[in-house]
């Protein structure tokens, strides 16, 4: 991502040998931990600053190819810190809850719906492309 414009910044097969090193680098850059990179008159950072997962790129590219959305298939496998489970409360249990369990208990769902906010906008982008798997620890 630029930082100076906000734009997603792709680099595949077509970057330029001399700036391979540099886009690899600026994958890894994480504003405060690792520095900015630049490239030309571009301030790089690690796309996830932005957005986790970028679906779209791969969908782009085989519309350019010529493929119709219906042609297109994407599977997905996440990989996560850590498995998040939601333990499921009935009326019951919910009843002898306190405060701070509420507070883990919004803690965990946001968890949840975080790693799957950005496939779940891709989706909904693209009714007709067909998303067939999407695998999660």
Known sequence: MDLNTGEIVIFDETTPKEHVKSAVLSSASIPVVFPVVRI???????????????????????????????????DV????????????????????????????????????????EDVTRVVQGYPDVVFRHLLTP
Not at 46 to 57: A, K, M, Q, V
């Open 77 to 116: 496998i996440m990989c996560f810190d850590k498995v998040v489970e939601i333990e499921p409360w009935t009326m019951e249990i919910k009843k002898f809850k306190n405060a701070f369990e509420y507070y883990l208990r919004k803690e965990h769902l946001r968890d949840f719906y975080y790693y799957y």
């Open 40 to 74: 030309d008159h571009q301030v790089l950072v690690d796309g996830g600053t932005f957005t986790n997962l970028d679906l779209s790129e791969g969908i782009i590219k085989c519309r350019e190819q010529g493929f119709p959305d219906e042609k297109i298939i994407v």
